[in-house]
């Protein structure tokens, strides 16, 4: 699918960038990318 985060890249990026944060588990890391998405626009559709 498009534009959806890819969890892969973001634990490479957080091991990168990131070496003293903990890495958010993969339900962690789509619920919060799931908010992310609904919360902003309001029940937006486009």
């Known amino acids: 699918m498009i534009g959806v985060p890819d969890y892969d890249t973001y634990v490479a990026h957080m091991r990168r960038h990131h070496p003293d944060r ?3 588990t993969y339900a962690e890391f789509f ?7 609904y919360r902003a626009g309001g029940g ?3």
């Open 31 to 37: 619920n919060d990318r799931l908010q992310a998405r």
């Open 22 to 24: 903990a890495v958010m």
């Open 44 to 46: 937006r559709c486009c």
